[in-house]
């Protein structure tokens, strides 16, 4: 790879000198009253010169417009269609009706209990979701930091959960919750915990003698939120990796020289450098867990209950089960707005510091 | 990648104990990522009798061992696998290959503007796809079946006697239809990978070609796409696991149960009444093999893709 750089920088280097020496003939030349070449070149400029807007970005355009008008007819195109039928009252088989345009589903929808259940859902998962994976992911990375050996094996051990689909990880995770013969509840059983477990976390009004992970209201969202992390805590280990591999030596070297512990030099020089990797990290995890939609469907189906409903479910449930597609639209809308929240001021930050 | 030597940890290196507790540390943490699917292993080759009454990680007795599971699950998924290629792989591509030359056009051409846009695409990744899910079904059931017969029986109509009628309830073209929906929503993670990989090329190999006349198409042909290539296998690689992954898009653009994917096969494995966990934990291992295998063989690219 490098070979081939170097040998590309060799031959630009010699193109160059070509180059230059062309130029400067043509200028001798066009002081001595001009060249064809260089008269045509000279007009070429003034032309590009005239034009309205940069020559690169026309020239350029047949490479960036077609993806970037794909991606925006699908993307933007979409969601100001999916605003505009939020307005609507569309629903059932048919096509919607565009004359009648107010925010009734928005009304209908701060009077529903369950999209406020779903909301206070979702922002739970999100906040939970997001501190202990980035918490876990920090703590691993630092142990892999350790100068260890095999530490491919063991980061490629800890990434591995990420690479599978959701509904491949739903489907192991519904075995290890499970009541009667799931790991969890055998482990527990092996140490004789399985009583205590139930009589501190069992709900009120639930008779059972054995721990049902995904259906008590007590313990239903935690597992979800057990279960992504195990699957994503390894994505931010790599984020938090870079980032440790790339604070110099010397930060740690002056923090052995003051005489600072190990937990100290962390808590105080390394981790306070690691705030980019931190938020870049919490960023794309706020993503993953606004879009855990898939793990909660392989999971419980598009009725989860309430005690796992999160707006994605809610507004797929709603638009195609019931086919209330306004009403999809509207929560769907809610949902758009929450990922703005979230990614708006990253994307801003970055774009101001010359990230992008 | 790190040198050894400037770790602190590492002038305690004769303090066998912490070395020691940090390895066992280390060891836990490959139970905690591995036991889901260690268990999953074991319980697929496990009988149904076998499987309730032994606990999960252990494996299974020769009495309770059966290959049963792993073939129903396999002749259920099977087409769903077939269909997940057929759909994946030319998307994976296309969105390769659409975010290089988008990534090209809006770096290395430098301009005024360019990471205005650039912004506008980066957004596209971070979008909850339910956003767009209601027109993305209006737009391939009504919209685009209404337009297609308009313009068929009006164009070909001699042909056709205007009762062409675009084939909405194909399996074939709700495939390809979910195929397109991924290229474009996969298109501007490309993009992003792509970028970040242009900016670190050189600038003055691109000037002394732009200097020598060389036009944009020849200096992405000649110089920018050999220089992709790795940057392309780390691409195809995450991209492909992406929309291999996905369960929401096919569930809304796919109903023919001829042209399900896997994963939605392997859903509906799992949401079934009866729980024969055996035939649904072979079903996620082999729903899992083909991203699996290319994290196996290709786990370098894959991180690199991730760490974006």
Avoid at chain 1, 77 to 84: P, S, Y
Avoid at chain 1, 93 to 100: A, C, F, I
Avoid at chain 1, 134 to 155: P, S
Wanted: glycine letters at 6%; charged letters at 10%.
């Amino acid at each position: 790879m490098r070979e081939i750089l170097n040998r590309l920088r060799t031959a630009g280097d010699s193109l160059r000198s070509v180059v230059s020496r062309d130029e400067s003939d043509g200028q001798t030349l066009a002081t001595d009253g001009g060249t064809q070449a260089a008269v045509g070149e000279r007009r070429r400029d003034t032309l590009r010169d005239s034009l309205p807007v940069q020559w690169e970005l026309i020239e350029s355009a047949p490479f960036w417009l077609p993806p970037v008008l794909l991606a925006v007819f699908f993307v933007y195109g979409a969601i100001a269609w999916n605003a505009v039928l939020s307005l609507t009252d569309f629903q059932g088989l048919g096509e919607p009706s565009y004359s009648q345009l107010d925010f009734s589903m928005y009304a209908r929808m701060a009077s529903d209990g369950a999209f406020w259940q779903a909301t206070q859902n979702t922002l739970v998962l999100l906040v939970v979701f997001t501190i202990l994976c980035l918490a876990l992911g920090l703590l691993v990375a630092i142990l892999i930091d350790q100068g260890i050996r095999f530490e491919n094996t063991f980061r490629t051990i800890y990434l591995l959960p990420m690479s599978l689909s959701f509904v491949v990880t739903a489907t192991m995770w519904s075995w290890v919750y499970n009541a009667k013969s799931g790991v969890f509840n055998q482990l527990l059983r092996l140490f004789n915990l399985e009583g205590l477990v139930i009589t501190l976390l069992k709900p009120a009004v639930v008779n059972a003698d054995v721990i049902q992970w995904l259906s008590w209201h007590t313990t239903a969202l935690a597992a979800i939120i057990f279960a992504l992390i195990w699957q994503f805590s390894g994505y931010a280990m790599v984020v938090f990796l870079a980032g440790l591999r790339a604070i110099p030596d010397e930060h740690y070297e002056a923090a052995r020289v003051d005489g600072a512990s190990t937990v100290r030099m962390y808590m105080r020089v390394i981790i306070p450098q690691l705030r980019a990797s931190a938020v870049s990290a919490s960023v794309v995890l706020m993503v993953f867990a606004l879009k855990a939609f898939d793990f909660i469907y392989s999971l419980r189906g598009s009725q989860p209950g309430a005690n796992m409903d999160i707006l994605a479910t809610m507004m797929y449930r709603v638009a195609f089960d019931s086919l209330r597609w306004a009403y999809g639209s509207a929560i769907a809308i809610v949902l758009f707005l929450l990922a703005l929240l979230v990614i708006g001021p990253y994307l801003y930050s970055e774009y101001k510091r010359g990230e992008l | 990648m790190s040198t050894s030597t400037r770790n602190p940890i590492e002038s305690l290196r004769d303090m066998e104990n912490s070395r020691i507790g940090l390895y066992v540390v280390l060891l836990f943490g490959i139970v905690f990522y591995l036991f889901p699917m260690e268990t999953a292993v074991m319980t697929m080759f496990k009988t149904q009798t076998e499987f309730v009454e032994t606990v999960p990680f252990a494996p299974p007795s020769p009495d309770g061992f059966t290959l049963g599971a792993l073939m129903t699950a396999w002749n259920t998924l099977r087409p769903g696998l077939v269909n997940s290629m057929l759909m994946a792989i030319p998307a994976t591509i296309f969105s390769a290959m659409a975010g290089s030359l988008a990534a090209y056009g809006l770096t290395t051409i430098s301009w005024r503007g360019q990471v205005a846009v650039f912004s506008i695409v980066l957004a596209g990744i971070f979008i909850p796809y339910q956003a767009v899910l209601v027109p993305l079904a209006q737009f391939w059931y009504q919209i685009l079946p209404d337009l297609m017969n308009g313009f068929v029986n009006t164009a070909f109509g001699f042909i056709t006697g205007g009762n062409w009628t675009y084939p909405t309830r194909s399996g074939h073209v709700q495939l390809l239809q979910l195929s397109i929906t991924h290229a474009a929503y996969g298109t501007p993670m490309c993009t992003l990978l792509f970028r970040s990989y242009y900016k670190g090329i050189s600038d003055e190999m691109i000037e002394a070609a732009r200097l020598d006349g060389a036009t944009a198409f020849s200096i992405y042909k000649n110089i920018i796409l050999p220089l992709s290539l790795p940057m392309f296998a780390v691409t195809l690689i995450y991209q492909f696991t992406q929309v291999y992954n996905d369960l929401l898009f096919a569930l809304v653009l796919v109903n023919e149960p001829a042209s399900q994917v896997a994963t939605q096969r392997l859903a509906a494995l799992t949401g079934g009444v009866v729980q024969s966990f055996n035939t649904t934990m072979a079903g996620a291992i082999v729903a899992a093999l083909p991203t699996l295998l290319v994290y196996i063989f290709f786990g370098e690219q894959f991180a690199k893709g991730v760490a974006e």
